[in-house]
């Protein structure tokens, strides 16, 4: 048990707060605002709570979502977005053994924040001060920074997830990565690196598949568009594998893009549906349930390429089956500790950006990771 901390003198700080979901993601950031924040008060905490101060939090795809509701799972309004956040622990509880005061640590978006179920689901990473249940709080790996370690769990859990668990990717088998730009994207070209695999990077700007390619990928197609139309890019891929096809494709972006990839693949690959930032509205907007606007796969394609398509809800996967996540937490934050993987970051805003943060995540403009710094 550690000793009881000094009574706190924390200053106030403000956080972002979503008050209802709204029709669109684009309509949801312009309805957050940002608010005063008074510090936790340590009497109206659990003993085994810690409260961090934090340094960095991590602008998601997911939390661009959830501000219309249209991802999977709804934090209740009004809300503070922030899945994944970095910083430093400030108080701690007297039944807090397992961290302390100065500690650098991830706050677990399973077990706080918006994602999270329970109690801890108001404390969202858009805000001066998070508050979590001590195992929630993931020692930071020492050679990350707090904007690389808050946008470690999120991408490489999922990169992880859909390339180890479900993907089975072996070394020496080629991948084709749809949207290695992204958070996610860029995240499996480094963990398809990691597992020995050969990396096609697929993407619309030539200059972020240029540095898609220095984190690793061995080969970059750019994709080329003619009066909004994908053009096929079969031809390359053959090209680049003697004809055969890839093994495995990890696909984030969706739409036109899965179609041709179905032609790019050999007998028997595996098809990884990861996301679809190409088609971001297939739900219903305002927290509705339903996805009319959702994408669909030939099924005869699947059928005589004898294709195994396989789904890849990273979130809903773990909350189905507890027991895959320690392995995978253990094996990302072994590799981040030993300097193998980390996360890349492009843009860094003040807190009270959280507008621009999250219209130039939306807008593509990032490559890897985007923070706020509260
Ligand atoms: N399965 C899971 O558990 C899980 C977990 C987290 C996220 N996701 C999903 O994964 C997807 C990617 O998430 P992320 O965080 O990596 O997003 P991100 O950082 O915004 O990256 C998405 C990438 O897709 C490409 N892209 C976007 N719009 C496109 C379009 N219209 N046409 C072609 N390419 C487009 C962009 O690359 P270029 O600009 O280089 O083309 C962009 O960098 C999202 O759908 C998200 O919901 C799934």
């Given amino acids: 048990m550690s000793a009881p901390s000094a009574p706190l003198s924390l200053p106030a700080g403000h956080r972002v707060v979503v008050p209802a979901f709204a029709e669109s993601p684009l309509e949801g950031v312009a309805s957050a605002t940002l608010e005063a924040m008074d510090a936790p008060d340590p009497s109206s905490l659990a003993p085994g709570d810690v409260i961090v101060a934090v340094k960095s939090a991590a602008v998601g795809w997911v939390d661009l979502l959830m501000t219309s509701g249209q991802y999977q799972h709804m934090a209740r309004p009004p809300y503070t977005p922030g899945l994944e956040s970095a910083g430093t622990i400030v108080w701690a509880g007297p039944d807090v053994t397992s961290a302390s005061v100065g500690d650098d640590v991830i706050v677990d978006g399973f077990l706080a924040g918006p ?94 598949l240029a540095e898609v390619k220095r984190e690793g990928a061995d080969e970059v197609i750019v994709l080329r568009y003619e009066n909004g139309e994908l053009q096929p890019f079969r031809d390359a891929i053959k090209t680049l594998t003697n004809g055969r096809g890839v093994d495995v494709v990890y696909d984030g972006v969706g739409g036109d893009i899965s179609l041709e990839s179905l032609r790019c693949v050999r007998f028997g690959a595996r098809f990884l549906i ?47 089956d507890p027991s895959s996540r320690p392995p995978r937490m253990k094996q990302i934050l072994a590799w981040a500790n030993e300097g193998k993987l980390k996360p890349r970051v492009s843009h860094r805003f003040a807190l009270a950006e959280f507008r621009e943060a999250m219209t130039a995540k939306w807008n593509g403009e990032v490559l890897g990771g985007c923070v706020l710094h509260p």
Wanted: charged letters at 15%; hydrophobic letters at 45%.
């Fill in 274 to 320: 990861v996301g679809w930032a190409s088609t971001p509205d297939v739900a219903k907007g305002k927290g509705e349930r339903g996805a009319p606007r959702a994408n669909h796969i030939p099924t005869n394609l699947v059928m005589m390429k004898s294709l195994d398509v396989l789904g890849c809800p990273t979130a809903i996967s773990t909350a189905m």
């Fill in 115 to 208: 994602r999270s179920l329970g109690a801890y689901q108001r404390w969202g990473g858009f805000a001066t001060y998070v508050v979590a249940p001590a195992h929630a709080a993931v020692p930071m790996p020492q050679t990350l920074t707090h904007d690389e370690a808050a946008a470690l769990l999120g991408s490489y859990e999922t990169a992880y997830h859909c390339l180890v668990t479900r993907g089975r990717v072996q070394a020496g088998e080629t991948v084709l990565i749809h949207g290695a730009s992204g958070a996610t994207g860029l995240a499996a070209v480094q963990i398809a690196k990691l597992l020995g695999a050969r990396v096609i990077a697929t993407g619309r700007s030539e200059q972020k």
